[in-house]
T-cell receptor, first 111, second 111 residues
Framework: QKEVEQDPGPLSVPEGAIVSLNCTYS??????FMWYRQYSRKGPELLMY????GNKEDGRFTAQVDKSSKYISLFIRDSQPSDSATYLC???????????FGTGTRLQVFP | SAVISQKPSRDICQRGTSLTIQCQVD?????MFWYRQQPGQSLTLIAT?????????ESGFVIDKFPISRPNLTFSTLTVSNMSPEDSSIYLC????????FGQGTRLTVV
């Protein structure tokens, strides 16, 4: 079993839709949960991160962590064509800087 | 955040040759990381480079194949040695600076 599982997509939605991107993980030691956005031919860009369980909101983006079920979600409200990219979840433990990346979900938002 | 410049952005190399990738950061950072992103796959950590000490390699990666230098707190290089087509990939450097930030990547094609 991989440490981090993520549906590769592609996920295709119309502009304005609410998007839900999800990851599951197996290592209960993970404490920090990052979400990265990667445009084609670019490096990953840190979107947001959460610590332990709970929700965190930043504009149209909400990150949610449920440690009891080892489930991570990123919600995008009012999705825009500019949100079209690959989204990678990347958890890590408390005492390490090593990130474990999911395979990424490719999102396409069409006008 | 940190601004990371990575060179070259892309290259096409002959098998058996070596390529050195440079990574420059606009701030002093303790830890720098080198990742590989193979086509259709997630990011895999190659090694962690701390200034003043030998790089720490992940399982499956060895110093003879991927020698790393870290001469100061703002610069690092990764060399891909004796290349084969299987080394065709995107190579990314990243830094830990209140979050993990990535360079734009080097797209390497070995022919």
């Amino acid at each position: 079993q991989k440490e981090v599982e993520q549906d590769p997509g592609p996920l295709s939605v119309p502009e304005g839709a609410i998007v839900s991107l999800n990851c599951t993980y197996s290592n209960s030691a993970f404490q920090y949960f990052m979400w990265y956005r990667q445009y084609s031919r670019k490096g990953p860009e840190l979107l947001m991160y959460t610590y332990s369980s709970g929700n965190k909101e930043d504009g149209r983006f909400t990150a949610q962590v449920d440690k009891s079920s080892k489930y991570i979600s990123l919600f995008i409200r009012d999705s825009q064509p500019s949100d079209s990219a690959t989204y990678l979840c990347a958890p890590r433990g408390r005492n390490t800087d090593k990130l474990i990346f999911g395979t990424g979900t490719r999102l396409q938002v069409f006008p | 955040s940190a601004v990371i410049s990575q060179k070259p952005s892309r290259d096409i190399c002959q098998r058996g040759t070596s390529l050195t990738i440079q990574c420059q950061v606009d701030s002093q950072v303790t830890m720098m990381f080198w990742y590989r992103q193979q086509p259709g796959q997630s990011l895999t950590l190659i090694a962690t480079a701390n200034q003043g000490s030998e790089a720490t390699y992940e399982s499956g990666f060895v110093i003879d194949k991927f020698p790393i230098s870290r001469p100061n707190l703002t610069f690092s290089t990764l060399t891909v040695s004796n290349m084969s087509p299987e080394d065709s990939s995107i190579y990314l450097c990243s830094v830990e600076f209140d979050g993990t930030f990535f360079g734009q990547g080097t797209r390497l094609t070995v022919v």
